[in-house]
């Protein structure tokens, strides 16, 4: 399969899967491999739905961890079209299904009440200024709540997650308080929560959060994780998840 012109393939760190990117749409970051760390996800079958899909690395990730079907939808029609293509390159068109569709106008193809496993890397900010709308919209669509706010992400993910199934999301620990919220207002109880640090001594850049719908109270918070050493390398401790080594 032929690249477009500006795009490249990468290896995904501790597997031999490969992801098309390119540096005119937004490439997949930390928290996204983290995400597909973290979550609980059935090993032989069931059903798996990622929000916010991108290029598809969280359904490409969770193949090494669960036989399950893994479904992405991304609102972005050239991340959708790579996600597709770098599906195909893996193999993985029995395994992963790709949609291009919003998340607000979702259409029956997308059960609800339905999915084992809800993941979301949502858009982390609430505000975008119109400079960066200009100067690249596929930028501003992944970090901007433009076609999607949290809550847009929550209640959808209530809406296609089964009774006692999981919603797991990747975000800001500023936006912590606002998830818990809102994930008791649709119904998910927060079970598993961890902290990821740029490096020791600094603020935490990043927050998983793992609920369960309908599920009782009761939080379990996970040893955090620092991504730096001192000397500018990955810990141990991050490169073990990162690598899926853990």
Request: charged residues 20%.
């Amino acid at each position: 399969m032929s690249l477009n012109f500006d795009e490249r393939l990468d290896y995904i760190a501790g597997t031999d899967l490969k992801i098309i990117q390119s540096p005119s749409v937004f490439s997949f970051s930390i928290d996204a491999v983290l995400l597909a760390r973290f979550v609980s996800v059935p090993i032989q079958k069931g059903q798996i739905l990622d929000l916010c899909t991108g290029n598809g690395i969280i359904p490409i990730i969770l193949t090494t961890r669960s036989r399950a079907h893994i479904t992405g939808i991304e609102i972005q029609e050239r991340l959708y079209q790579m996600a597709k293509r770098s599906s195909v390159i893996n193999q993985l068109e029995s395994q992963v299904s790709l949609l291009h569709a919003d998340i607000n106008q979702l259409s029956p193809d997308i059960k609800r009440s339905y999915y084992d496993v809800v993941t979301c890397n949502p858009p982390y900010f609430e505000t975008v200024t119109p400079d960066e709308l200009n100067h690249n919209i596929h930028f501003a669509i992944a970090r901007h709540e433009i076609h999607c706010s949290l809550e847009d992400v929550i209640r959808v993910c209530s809406e296609c997650v089964k009774s006692r199934g999981k919603v797991a999301l990747v975000h800001r620990p500023e936006r912590l308080a606002d998830i818990i919220s809102l994930m008791r207002k649709y119904r998910i109880e927060a079970k598993r929560m961890q902290l990821i640090y740029p490096k020791a001594g600094k603020v935490a850049n990043m927050v998983l959060v793992e609920g369960i719908k309908d599920g009782s109270p009761g939080m379990t918070c996970l040893a955090p994780i620092n991504i730096y050493k001192e000397n500018g390398q990955y810990t141990t401790a991050f490169r073990e998840v990162y690598e899926g080594m853990n």
